[in-house]
């Protein structure tokens, strides 16, 4: 997990940044604007198909923070951009981050304008990163809430990541991979994301891979002879003769046939399985499982468990991997105090509430009732959501929990919410986020100052 | 352009596939079975909101084939999963892609079941190497796809992507830039995508700048000190005030005065354009260009210009960025003849035409009117649109055309397209793609031996 595969170890990370960033930066630093700011990473409004989110993506934030840095090869295409000075790019060689961070650990269900993430640093430094740090927390944090609702769909039974060659891109398909597993799903079909992150991976066989024999029998011979406990794929020309050769095959072999189960991947998955079923069963084949796959979501799979379909395993893809029916999330990175005042933005549905926060969940009897977004300063009934991570550009020891570490919190977070909000439909009403009396007062006190000014 | 910055110049990106392509290929080794397969790769459906789709990605495809190995490190993973024997990790080792690659020059317009690219190499090969194309094409046609219809609602106004931060990871945020500009996009505000891609790079200012100052006033003279002819973003508090305030400096700098816009990012742009423009005018500020973002799509946009508002650009983000209405495509990669032999897919839903193929683009009058899907070794009216990219795993020196001019080809491209096409509405009927008589023909005899063997 040393990031070697990540373009984020790359020399070149510092520059995945809009350029308004930069052009800022400049600003700042001509301007001689050093003060410390914080920003807030926080969503306004949930998908409609979401009754929470999982935070999901701070350990890349947490690396892209430590290793920032502008290499020589950078600093020379912005200097051929023309919009920086010499004295700029010698001083921008230099930058390090030096801020201080806040945050959910991943795995914790997060709710419209509780902050993800705060940073403060020097405001050139904390503006910087917003667009790495958002583009980071988007997708895993997408991603990862998807999963949790297939997850849960399945009630139980297997569901394995299939969705590598649709999602958008290397790094999705990587850091999604995780996302899945943070949020409980068991596998994935991704080397890679298997090899970086240490999470199971699992396959079966393809179309192609039958196609290319005589006849699928020879197919199943030959994978099982090599992969005696392996799954084998069952639908290339027909599926219910497809399964009768998996009995045939179960005959030639007698007590070295070992295989683990069939997949289908096409069709009317629910029937297919019953009817399966029933020739796997009567042929004493009762311990030979069937994995689903083929367009699946948590729609898909709640319907086919809910009517008690034979299938114990699911790969599922394309709609997970790009979250669908939400592929994105209104994830925003907003001022919320500069030099020791609170800032606050007030455009039409886009204001925000000022300064340094906490976020309490307030529990009774291990169940969620809502949660409380304060000042940083305050201190409420409740568990407190966000904590320290990084002080002065280092890494705090507390923060680098394992991926199976992060996994059982957020199983064990998941369990806490109230039934209704871990159900696939819309939770009415939602789960309820307060804003303490302090933090209020304090939005209506700036919010009158900045109307006596422009008043003026 | 060297891929630098891309996970995919990492030693780790043979492992960047499906478990069972490995598995796959070692069965394939073992049971001797290399002989030459040819792959399809292509997709069955237009999603609804689509009359073409833009083929996009080649460019990393031939890359990865071309450097295509699995390092010591790859197969140490590989070795401690347990699936696969010391020979053929051995064997791995020396594994490089010795194929033949076709396909269509990036920027083609292309229509369900037309290959975007066909592979043939021995089997093994060009199995493996599915989860990896797949995974590009299909972002980057995707991408490319939804931002051509961005560019055609702006009806020549600039067109900025502005998705980085809300896009799916990092290397969907530098391919999908490179994607928006081969669609027509004019420029980007990923500074890392300007580098690789020599895309041009634009950018404003962000809400968090002038909160940082005293007064939204002193943020502009700040910002136009140094950079005199940026564009002012004005909706922080309250639009039409930040425009006063554009009007303002424009008088405290005279001659020097030399902004070239505002930016508009929440509200009603339309009504906050038209009020914004008549304050400019009043004040003889003719010459300053309103520019609008915040949840842009390209009927937005349409709408806009449909009704004469004055913005003359439009930076574009979250919606282009994961092309929200469609962000994934039925791509798919599939056998279509091993050992000289036609092979077919009969899955319900699912089948496919057989051997290798080539398109024809039938055109009257310099505008497409159909195409015709036929075997490789036909020739028949129209212009072929496959051709040879790469020849026992070297990419041909033809396959290397700049970005500009694959740009330069898809506005071409599109520009040939009937104008039903080009509309934002669902074409009715939509464009026609016939097969062949020979390719019918040869499906139906396929079918016809495969349907004899199953009664035997």
Partial sequence: ?????????????????????????????????????????????????????IACGLE??????EELRFTEEALEYLRGLGFFSRPFLDWLADLRFTGDVFAMPEGTPVFPNEPLLEVEAPIGEAQLVESFLINQLHLQTALASKATRVVAAARGRKVVDFAMRRMHGADAALKGARAFYVAGVDATSNVLAGKLYGIPVSGTMAHSYVQAHPEELDAFRAFVRLYPDTILLVDTYDTLEGVRKVVQLSRELGGDFAVRGIRLDSGDLALLARQAREILDGAGLDEVEIFASGLLDEHGIA?????????TGFGVGTRMGV??????????????????????KLSPGKATLPGRKQVFRVESDGVAERDVLAGRDETLAGRPLLHPVMREGRRLPSASPTLEEIRARAAEEIAKLPEKLRSLEPADP??????SDALRARAERLRARFEGRARR
Same sequence: chains 1, 2.
């Avoid at 319907?303 to 299938?311: L, Q």
């Avoid at 979250?323 to 606050?344: F, H, I």
């Fill in 323 to 344: 979250s669908e029916d939400a592929p994105t999330v209104d994830l925003a990175y907003k001022l919320t105090e500069y030099a020791g005042v609170a800032r606050q």
């Fill in 1 to 53: 997990m040393s990031g070697a595969s990540g373009w984020e170890s790359d020399r070149n990370a510092s520059l995945l940044t809009d350029l308004y960033q930069l052009t800022m930066l400049q600003a700042y630093w001509r301007e001689g604007l050093a003060d410390r700011a914080a920003f807030s990473l926080f969503f306004r409004q949930l998908p409609r198909s979401r009754n929470y989110l």
């Fill in 60 to 65: 890349d934030a947490l690396r892209y923070l």
């Fill in 430 to 435: 939602p789960y309820r986020v307060e804003v």
């Fill in 303 to 311: 319907r086919m468990v809910g009517e008690g379909v034979p299938i």
